[in-house]
C-alpha cells in the first residue's frame, strides 16, 4: 500500500494475555520505528530497526516487550503478559534510512490496544 | 539528554486568529526540527520540517523558523480555520535518528 498499513487497528485483551502488533512499512523504507500514545506519557519511543536489526531498543519498558522484523519489512510487536498500564495505542513508522538526519518519518494509524 | 518542551494547551482561538504554537528543545548539536499534526481520528502526519539554523519550513500556511540562539522552533499561522483543529507535536531526531517529541498541543478552532 501507499502508506504504513498496521494491524489490529483495535484490540481488546484480557490482562495477562499476549498480543501480537503488527506493522507493514511504506514498500522500501529501511528503517522502521514502533512508538507508543498514551494519556499522560505523550509520544513514546520504543524499538527501531534499520533493516532487520534493532540498534536500538531502548525505549522498551520491560522485558514482556519484544519485537522483531523479517525480511527487511514487515514487524510484529509482542507483549506478553499484558498489564492494564499497556493500554495505549501503538504507532508504527517507517523512513527511506534510518541514517540520514531530517529524513522524514511517517507514521501509521496506529493499533489502539485495550487491556481489561 | 535530548527533550522537546512545547507550550500546554488547550489553545482555543476563533477562525481567522493568527496561532503560535511554542517549542523549544534541548539537544547536542543541530538536531533537524520538525511539527506533527494529528487531526480527530488519523494518525501522525508530518507538518512541516527544517534541517539546520535558520531554515523555515511551510505548508498549508503553517511555518517555523530554525532558531539556534534561542533553540526554538515555534509554530505560526496568519489565519487559522476551523479545519485546522488538532494536536500539533514538535519534535528532534537525535544522533540516533529517532524522533523526541513534546507533549502535543491541543488546538481548538471556532467559528
Known amino acids: 500500500g501507499a502508506g504504513v498499513s498496521q494491524s489490529p487497528s483495535n484490540k481488546v485483551t484480557e490482562k495477562g494475555k499476549d498480543v501480537e502488533l503488527r506493522c507493514d512499512p511504506i514498500?522500501?523504507?529501511?528503517?522502521l520505528y514502533w512508538y507508543r500514545q498514551s494519556l499522560g506519557q505523550g509520544l513514546e519511543f520504543l524499538i527501531y530497526?534499520?533493516?532487520?536489526?534493532?540498534?536500538?531498543k531502548s525505549g522498551l519498558p520491560s522485558d514482556r516487550f519484544s519485537a522483531e522484523r523479517t525480511g527487511g519489512s514487515v514487524s510484529t510487536l509482542t507483549i506478553q503478559r499484558t498489564q492494564q498500564e499497556d493500554s495505549a495505542v501503538y504507532l508504527c513508522a517507517s523512513s527511506l534510512s534510518g541514517h540520514l538526519s531530517g529524513n522524514t518519518i511517517y507514521f501509521g494509524e496506529g493499533s489502539w490496544l485495550t487491556v481489561v | 539528554g535530548n527533550s522537546v518542551t512545547q507550550m500546554e494547551g488547550p489553545v482555543t482561538l476563533s477562525e481567522e486568529a493568527f496561532l503560535t504554537i511554542n517549542c523549544t528543545y534541548t539537544?547536542?548539536?543541530?538536531?533537524?526540527l520538525f511539527w506533527y499534526v494529528q487531526y480527530p481520528g488519523e494518525g501522525l502526519q508530518l507538518l512541516l520540517k527544517?534541517?539546520?539554523?535558520?531554515d523555515k519550513g511551510s505548508n498549508k500556511g503553517f511555518e517555523a523558523t530554525y532558531r539556534k540562539e534561542t533553540t526554538s522552533f515555534h509554530l505560526e499561522k496568519g489565519s487559522v480555520q476551523v479545519s485546522d483543529s488538532a494536536v500539533y507535536f514538535c519534535?528532534?531526531?537525535?544522533?540516533?535518528?529517532?524522533?523526541?517529541f513534546g507533549s502535543g498541543t491541543r488546538l481548538l478552532v471556532r467559528p
Open positions: 519534535a528532534l531526531m537525535d544522533s540516533s535518528y529517532k524522533l523526541i
Open positions: 527544517a534541517t539546520k539554523a535558520d
Open positions: 539537544a547536542t548539536g543541530y538536531p533537524s
Open positions: 514498500s522500501g523504507h529501511t528503517a
Open positions: 530497526f534499520q533493516g532487520n536489526s534493532a540498534p536500538d
